[in-house]
């Protein structure tokens, strides 16, 4: 790479980063939301078309065709009686529908008088599915609390308390009034579902909740209740972010609201006037032949709702701007049924998809130099953005296109603005010079900061690895030195890519002896859970290498490994020309001791009590023992730890071992004994035991017993 190309490179790179973080200052503060809005509304009406369950839904329109058919064959004047709609509920019953879903309030008596309305309440009783809305909301309506007349259908999703409990005051909103069907007609019910739908904050209907609370009861959105009178026996269950109904689950926001995945515009769904659905029930009556096959609505979800311009139930919509509030129930149950509402990408992928294509499109400006290919460069990366936002929304996911496109923008605008960056030839020399001494993690920190290839440390809290080969030393007086070394180098190979992968740093080798350590030089918040994934990793591969290692040497191939974590200075050390990135310290030592602790109990890995608790019970141990190491005056508790297949089947084993241990602890060696007595074959640390207690037994301890175990050698 020339120095003009390294400069250029370095150059992109800052612009990308400038555009990238300029975009995502301005993104939270909602400058491009009503951009936003509107290309999120072109990208639904592009990608619109019909789902799986789009041809299982009908509709019955009461346009206003039906309204001039009422008024001039039947001298009817608005509002229609209600015996009129029963007549709609009578040809769904006699199709075979499976639900009919009036999305129409009958919240105040029919003017013809209470017979018409329990005409209607009849109708929707045999009928047996008939599914009534009602309005939540905050002011609107008289009802404060549930009525005796209205269906109680019981629905409320498993672990939904627990979901509220950990949501905000916004989850499911409570409403405290509500208005309801009079009493006749709510009385032919099977169930009813709230109609309450608040648009977005330009006035478009995009999202829609699908559940909300009143009088302590979760009160189901209206497609939502069309289906459950469809299907009473539905399962259904909510937890953050997840509203799981049979087979079909959900992406909710804070407040259950759903991404609606729109269909088409006005029109999508298949329909019939509400004219000629009664004239079709009226002339079966009478033995004739209906304008309407009750065909068309067998076994369909049949949703009955206003689109005549003077009832007002007109919406805006992604789709268009005329759709009714009827197609926006029949969308949401689509949905449901078709189980492909929208979800929102998560916010670091958009960041991500954002911070990359920023970079991308500084990069590539800044290296193309002239101005005649960063043009052309710029065409192509301008609408990168907006091809993956529809590509994301085309597989279910919303990823925001405004804050893409002004983040490449910024970030090309940045590129032709900004100097040079000079310190490309300085970064090949760190890598060319420190490649094979320093761990890539180190490296990259030194091309951030060269400062950092001075001499000193500073203290982290590190969890710490120190392993060595058993009997390596009589294993190597018996091999050539080429053996010898192709030997280690497959060994120390195989156990470092397990190391360096779980974000480890080797330290040092010495011999066949690995030094390691979690938590720097980057930060790992879980160092002490990836070191003890890290060191049960390389314990099962060196098991799956041994048999091929015992072919070649004529032994067994076992490791012990010692963990601890706890505070060392670590940093660059050593003398100002040569220096070694490492660690030091207590922890480090005690680290080094527990490595050699092993050879006292049999087993091949041990940890502090501090490792333990610092991997949040990551991995499941048995405690071994409270140790004296040498060179230290305070016991240390050390476990084992093991992968949970083999904990839980040595469960039995384990458990005895710990009754064992707790007489070991309380000075009662010969109960202990007993029981280290019975396991010893199966379990090598009780084994050890054994000979402890009979040792404890022979000579017992001066002075009060503290349960600890003195180590006499390294």
Known sequence: MTDITAKRLRHGVIAGFCGAV?????WPAGVFDAFEAKTYDWRVRFLAKPGAATDQIRLILLDQNSLDWGSAENGLSWPWPREVYAAVVDFCARAGARSLTFDVLFTEPSKYGVTDDEALGRAGAAFGRLVLPVFLGRETGRETSWPDSVPDFPFKPEGFDAWLGRSSGAAAPAYPRAAFPVPEIAAGARL???VHLDPDFDGVYRRAGLFSRFDGRVVPFLPLAAYLAAEPG????VAPGAFVLDATTVAIDASARAALNYRGPSGTYAAASAASVIQSELRLREGKKPTVDPEFF???????????PGLFDLRPAPVGGVFTGVEIQATVLDNLLSGDFLRDAPIWLAAACLALTSLAAGVSVSLAGRALAATAVA??????????????QATGRILPLVAGEAGTLLAMSVSVLIAYATEGRQKRFIKSAFRQYLSPQVIEQLIRDPSKMRLGGECRVLTIFFSDLQGFTGISEGLSPEALTALLNEYLTAMTDIILESGGTVDKYEGDAIIAFWNAPVDQPDHAARCLAATLACQAALAAMRPEFAKRIGKELLMRVGLNTGPAVVGNMGSKKRFDYTMLGDAVNLAARLEGVNKQFGTYTMISKDTLEASGGAIPARELARVAVVGRKEPVVVYEPMETKEFERR????AEFGRGLALFYAGKFSDALAV?????????????????????????PEGEWQGVWVMTQK
């Open 676 to 700: 280290f007595e019975s396991i010893k074959d199966a379990d090598p640390p009780a084994a050890h035991y054994l000979a402890k207690c009979r040792e404890l037994i022979e000579s017992p």
């Open 22 to 26: 300029l975009a995502l200052c301005l």
């Open 379 to 392: 065409l192509v990366f301008l609408p990168l953005p907006a091809l993956v936002s529809v590509a994301a």
């Open 192 to 194: 009813c579902g709230d």
């Open 234 to 237: 539905a399962k259904s269950a």
């Open 651 to 654: 469960k039995p084993v384990l």
């Open 298 to 308: 067998r076994d369909k979800h049949v949703f009955f709702g206003f689109t005549a």
